[in-house]
């Protein structure tokens, strides 16, 4: 049987070799941090949309809208923008102390669609 000739010389093998233990070793920090790198986007989104219900919900905040038009309950405006600002950061924190970073991830992802459906209901009833 007749050996095939490697068609890349034995220099540039070794430059790759090299190149793919520096990649390996940036794929195992990116995998240590994880929660770290995916916590940012999430922290991010969050503090931002709490801004910006701050200045946009009016003083109180009805919640759950019934069907003849009227809130089943109405909250001040600070609780609106704190309680889901505080859900999001209590799912980070579980994130943090999860050996399963994914599902509170998730959770604190999911969480941030809270704020803008109170901005919704609120800005656009009915």
């Known amino acids: 049987m007749k050996k095939i000739k490697n068609p890349i010389p034995e220099e540039y093998l070794d430059i790759l070799k090299k190149i793919w233990?520096?990649?390996?070793?940036?794929g195992q920090w990116i995998y240590?941090?994880?929660?770290?790198?995916?916590?940012?986007?999430?922290?991010?989104?969050?503090?931002?949309?709490?801004?910006?219900n701050a200045a946009r919900l009016p003083v109180f905040v009805g919640i759950n809208l019934q069907a003849n038009g009227e809130y089943a309950m109405m909250i001040e405006?600070?609780?609106a923008v704190m309680v889901p600002l505080l859900i999001t950061v209590g799912s980070?924190?579980?994130?943090?102390?999860?050996?399963?970073?994914?599902y509170p991830w998730l959770v604190s992802v999911f969480s941030l669609v809270i704020p803008v459906l109170l901005w919704i209901t609120n800005i656009f009833p009915g």
């Open 21 to 26: 233990s520096y990649v390996k070793i940036g």
């Open 32 to 52: 240590k941090l994880r929660s770290v790198v995916l916590a940012i986007p999430v922290v991010i989104a969050a503090i931002s949309l709490a801004i910006d």
């Open 77 to 79: 405006r600070n609780v």
């Open 92 to 102: 980070l924190l579980m994130m943090f102390l999860s050996r399963k970073v994914l």
